[in-house]
């Protein structure tokens, strides 16, 4: 037996094992994932000093702390194992679609509008961190993040709809025809101040 | 690194913890959060160690990781799923021990 060492990406999965005898690593790799999502890790020996003694991240002296966590590759320098990563067509061309809109932002920006939703104004990132945290302090009972949400707004691009299905449309061989009315929130369409969370109700 | 994340996520926390084969904890779970000026919110970056010495360790180990953040959509705590990995592999047939 060996320690499993390297830098590897791994997969989020959206449901748990199923709760049998003995749980594997066989168990999780059909699971169901989240798409495009992963993380990355690295596994190694512990650190050592000069002298050869182990070092730790919670060591009281700071310089020796710091020499305990090496720095981790940049993605692009391909160092993390793709083995149990396994992204799909669709996903590929989930990464292209998401590079060409360029919809990616600050983390800070996102939290600071979460934040002020609710009324708080936070703009120290501790501050923020400590919000987070008394909000998911309790995660006994979670329910699952909405996988069917498809993507933040973009103006440049608009959106679409699809229409599924007619309901209670006895007369098959009229002409039907449908009328839909979106209420766009103005938030998305400023300059500045613009909203990372509007919605748009569709009726 | 937690990297392209769906996009109605906000600062994701991590739970990290080792497991063995039969779901007990090795190691207490520690929580983790995102280096604010260096992530963007579907690239969340942590530089964050986990340290496993001075407890015996079961050769099923694997670390065991939960994903929660607060949707954007709804604004309401929500849990974005688990990751796995196996700690030890065989050495013969360099696959997980299982």
């Given at each position: 037996?060996?320690l499993?060492k390297?830098?590897?990406?791994?997969?989020?999965?959206?449901?748990?094992?199923?709760?049998?005898?003995?749980?594997?690593?066989?168990?999780?790799?059909?699971?169901?994932?989240?798409?495009?999502?992963?993380?990355?890790?690295?596994v190694a020996y512990t650190a050592i000093?000069?002298?050869?003694?182990f070092?730790?991240?919670?060591?009281?002296?700071?310089?020796?702390?710091?020499?305990?966590?090496?720095?981790?590759?940049?993605?692009?320098?391909?160092?993390?194992?793709?083995?149990?990563?396994?992204?799909?067509?669709?996903?590929?061309?989930?990464?292209?679609?998401?590079?060409?809109?360029?919809?990616?932002?600050?983390?800070?920006?996102?939290?600071?509008?979460?934040?002020?939703?609710?009324?708080?104004?936070?703009?120290?990132?501790?501050?923020?961190?400590?919000?987070?945290?008394?909000?998911?302090?309790?995660?006994?009972?979670?329910?699952?993040?909405?996988?069917?949400?498809?993507?933040?707004?973009?103006?440049?691009?608009?959106?679409?709809?699809?229409?599924?299905?007619?309901?209670?449309?006895?007369?098959?061989?009229?002409?039907?025809?449908?009328?839909?009315?979106?209420?766009?929130?103005?938030?998305?369409?400023?300059?500045?101040?613009?909203?990372?969370?509007?919605?748009?109700?569709?009726? | 690194?937690?990297?392209?994340?769906?996009?109605?996520?906000?600062?994701?926390?991590?739970?990290?913890?080792?497991?063995?084969?039969?779901?007990?904890?090795?190691?207490?779970?520690?929580?983790?959060?995102?280096?604010?000026?260096?992530?963007?919110?579907?690239?969340?970056?942590?530089?964050?160690?986990?340290?496993?010495?001075?407890?015996?360790?079961?050769?099923?180990?694997?670390?065991?990781?939960?994903?929660?953040?607060?949707?954007?959509?709804?604004?309401?705590?929500?849990?974005?799923?688990?990751?796995?990995?196996?700690?030890?592999?065989?050495?013969?047939?360099?696959?997980?021990?299982?």
């Amino acid at each position: 037996m060996a320690l499993h060492k390297g830098a590897y990406q791994m997969p989020i999965y959206s449901e748990y094992p199923p709760h049998t005898e003995r749980v594997t690593y066989e168990n999780f790799i059909n699971l169901e994932r989240v798409p495009t999502a992963s993380v990355l890790l690295r596994v190694a020996y512990t650190a050592i000093d000069d002298k050869g003694n182990f070092i730790s991240v919670k060591d009281p002296n700071l310089r020796i702390a710091s020499m305990a966590f090496e720095p981790a590759p940049e993605y692009s320098e391909v160092a993390y194992s793709t083995t149990y990563y396994l992204t799909t067509g669709i996903e590929r061309e989930v990464f292209k679609i998401r590079k060409q809109r360029k919809i990616d932002a600050p983390l800070k920006k996102v939290l600071q509008a979460v934040c002020s939703a609710p009324g708080v104004e936070l703009t120290d990132d501790k501050d923020m961190v400590v919000y987070f945290a008394k909000r998911l302090a309790n995660v006994s009972s979670l329910r699952m993040i909405d996988l069917c949400f498809f993507s933040t707004y973009a103006p440049e691009v608009g959106f679409r709809y699809n229409l599924y299905a007619l309901h209670g449309a006895v007369e098959k061989h009229n002409i039907f025809s449908v009328l839909g009315s979106v209420s766009p929130p103005s938030s998305p369409y400023q300059d500045n101040n613009r909203s990372m969370l509007a919605a748009f109700p569709f009726t | 690194m937690v990297r392209h994340l769906p996009e109605n996520v906000s600062a994701v926390k991590i739970i990290a913890k080792v497991i063995n084969n039969k779901l007990y904890d090795i190691l207490h779970p520690i929580t983790m959060w995102p280096k604010i000026e260096e992530s963007t919110y579907m690239h969340q970056t942590y530089h964050a160690k986990l340290e496993l010495r001075g407890i015996e360790v079961d050769l099923s180990a694997m670390l065991h990781m939960t994903f929660m953040t607060i949707e954007t959509t709804t604004l309401k705590e929500k849990l974005i799923g688990f990751s796995f990995f196996p700690l030890f592999i065989d050495s013969d047939t360099r696959m997980p021990v299982i």
